[in-house]
C-alpha cells in the first residue's frame, strides 16, 4: 500500500466541475438591539475556503498529483478570490459565461459566553446554465485531447455540468471518467453519466438508483459502515477506519474521491477502498474542509496496513 501511495506522485488527473466559496464570519455577540429584538454581534474575523470541485482539486495536489481543474467563475466580487487558487502542481483553467453567478455559501458564527453557533447562513449564486458556449467546449475539447491517468468529473448541480455539457464531455473523452454528482430534490441526475468507468455515490443516492440497469461500476461510499465498489458485477467492501475523535464531516467525500481517483480500483479494488477510506477517516478530524496532512496519512497507512 506505501507504494502506491508513493506512485501518487506519478499520476495526471483532470477535474471538471463546480466550484463553491465558502465564507466563514466569526463575530461576538454584544447585546440585542433597542428597537427591535434582533441580535447584535460586532465582527471578529472573516475567511475563505474552497469547497466543491475544488476541495477535490485541491486533496489531489496535496496528496502528490498533477491536476488540470476547469471550472465556471462569475464575474463578481469574488472573481479574483476564485481565479487565485494556486499550486505548483496545478493547472487551473477558469472558464466564464456570461450569465453565471458564482456560488457563495456564507456562514455567520457568533460566540456567546462558551458557546459559538451558526446563526444564519446566506447562499447565493445561478444554478440555471442550460448548456456552455462553444468558446468553453473548445476549451474542454483541448483539455479532453490531453493524456491524464483519469478525468474526474465533479457535478455539484451548479450549472456547468449540464445535460449538453456532459454529453459532450463523455462522447470527446478518451480517458477513463469516474463521475460523482449531488442528489437535488431528492432526485440524482447519474443516468447523464452511464458509461463513465466509475459512477461514485453515497448510500442514499445507491438506493435511488440501484434498480437502474447502469453500463458503469459503481462505487459506495456508505460512512461508518465503509464504502463498496461494485465492479463487473462482483462486489468489494472494506471497513472503516477508526479514528480517536470525530470533528467535522464536512469534505470527508471529496477526500475519499480525491484518493480513489488515484488508485488501481479495477485491478486492486480492496486495496483502493482502503486506502480512500484511510484519508476520508481523517479528513473527519479536521474543522471544515482542512486537508488532512500527508505525512500523517502515510503514517495511518503504513500502521493500518501491518494491522489489517
Known amino acids: 500500500m506505501e507504494k502506491t501511495v508513493d506512485s501518487f506522485k506519478n499520476k495526471n488527473i483532470l477535474v471538471i466541475g463546480d466550484s463553491i466559496l465558502d465564507v466563514t464570519i466569526d463575530s461576538k455577540a454584544i447585546g440585542l438591539s433597542l428597537e427591535s429584538p434582533t441580535l447584535k454581534a460586532k465582527q471578529q474575523d472573516k475567511h475563505y475556503s474552497f469547497g466543491g470541485a475544488y476541495n477535490v482539486v485541491k486533496n489531489i495536489v496535496s496528496l502528490g498529483a498533477k491536476c488540470t481543474f476547469m471550472t465556471l467563475v462569475g464575474n463578481d466580487e469574488y472573481r479574483s478570490i476564485l481565479e487565485g487558487f494556486e499550486h505548483p502542481r496545478l493547472n487551473f483553467i477558469p472558464l466564464y459565461e456570461q450569465e453565471y453567478k458564482n456560488v457563495i455559501k456564507q456562514r455567520f458564527w457568533v460566540e456567546r459566553g462558551d458557546h459559538k453557533y451558526k446563526f444564519f447562513q446566506l447562499n447565493q449564486g445561478d444554478k440555471l446554465i442550460k448548456d456552455i458556449s462553444n468558446e468553453n467546449k473548445n476549451k474542454i475539447l483541448q483539455c479532453l485531447n490531453k493524456k491524464f491517468d483519469k478525468a474526474l468529473l465533479v457535478d455539484y448541480r451548479n450549472g456547468l455540468l449540464s445535460g449538453n455539457t456532459v454529453n459532450f464531455i463523455m462522447k470527446n473523452c478518451n480517458t477513463p471518467i469516474i ?62 477506519i477508526h479514528v480517536p475523535f470525530e ?62
Request: aromatic share 12%; with cysteine; glycine share 4%.
Open 179 to 240: 463521475a460523482s454528482s449531488q442528489m437535488s430534490d431528492n432526485k440524482t441526475n447519474y443516468d447523464l453519466y452511464d458509461g463513465a468507468e466509475l459512477i461514485c455515490m453515497n448510500s442514499k443516492e445507491f438506493e435511488a438508483v440501484k434498480n437502474y440497469d447502469f453500463k458503469s461500476n459503481w462505487c459506495i461510499t456508505k460512512g461508518s459502515e465503509g464504502s463498496s465498489h461494485v465492479l463487473d458485477k462482483n462486489t468489494y467492501t472494506s471497513p472503516t
Open 247 to 308: 470533528t467535522d464531516t464536512c469534505g470527508a467525500g471529496d477526500c475519499f474521491l480525491s484518493v480513489l481517483c488515484l488508485t488501481d480500483y479495477m485491478k486492486n479494488p480492496n486495496e483502493s477502498l482502503y486506502l480512500s477510506n484511510i484519508y476520508a477517516a481523517l479528513s473527519i478530524t479536521k474543522i471544515g474542509t482542512e486537508t488532512p496532512d500527508f505525512h500523517e496519512y502515510l503514517q495511518y497507512v503504513k500502521q493500518n496496513s501491518r494491522n489489517k
